[in-house]
C-alpha cells in the first residue's frame, strides 16, 4: 500500500493541515505521482516539503504533482515548490504539476513561476493506465 500523509486527529477540525492532504498514487524506483488537495498554506508547507523531499531521498527524481483539487495555495507553498524544482533538475529529473486549475496558473504568473515550473492543465490522476 503506497503511503498516505493525513492530519493528525489531535488537530481542529478548522486547522488548515485538516483541510488539505497528500496521497502517493503511483510510484517506483524513481517516478512518483503525488496528489494534493485542499488548502494549502504556511501552517502544511512543511508536511508538503517532507513529503516531496522522501520521494527525492527514495530517489523519486521524476515527480508529478497533481494539483486538480488544491482550492488554495499561498507563497510559502509555492517556495516549497520552487526549491524542489531545483533540487529535482539537478538531480536530473523534474517537478511537473499537473491539472493546474486557471487560478493556479494565475498565481504562478502573478509570482513569476508561471515560465519557470513545469505545468500542464491535464490531471495524472483522471488518466486510466493502458497496460
Same mark, same amino acid.
Given at each position: 500500500?503506497?503511503?498516505?500523509?493525513h492530519p493528525s486527529s489531535s488537530e481542529r477540525?478548522?486547522?488548515?493541515?485538516?483541510?488539505?492532504?497528500?496521497?502517493?498514487?503511483?510510484? /517506483?524506483?524513481?517516478? !512518483?505521482? #503525488?496528489? *494534493?488537495?485542499?488548502?494549502? /498554506?504556511?501552517?502544511? !508547507?512543511? #508536511?508538503? *516539503?517532507g513529503a516531496l523531499a522522501e520521494h527525492e531521498r527514495a530517489g523519486?527524481?521524476?515527480?508529478r504533482l497533481d494539483v486538480s483539487a488544491v482550492t488554495f495555495l499561498d507563497c510559502t507553498c509555492l517556495e516549497v515548490l520552487a526549491a524542489a524544482h531545483v533540487r529535482l533538475l539537478g538531480a536530473r529529473g523534474t517537478l511537473v504539476l499537473t491539472g493546474v486549475p486557471a487560478r493556479v496558473t494565475r498565481l504562478l504568473s502573478l509570482a513569476g513561476l508561471a515560465q519557470v515550473l513545469f505545468t500542464t492543465s491535464l490531471s495524472d490522476v483522471d488518466v486510466t493506465r493502458t497496460a
Open positions: 500500500m503506497l503511503p498516505r500523509i477540525p478548522s486547522d488548515s493541515k485538516s483541510r488539505a492532504s497528500l496521497t502517493t498514487i503511483r510510484q /517506483d524506483r524513481t517516478r !512518483a505521482l #503525488v496528489r *494534493a488537495a485542499g488548502e494549502w /498554506d504556511l501552517a502544511n !508547507a512543511d #508536511v508538503l *516539503a523519486r527524481r521524476f515527480v
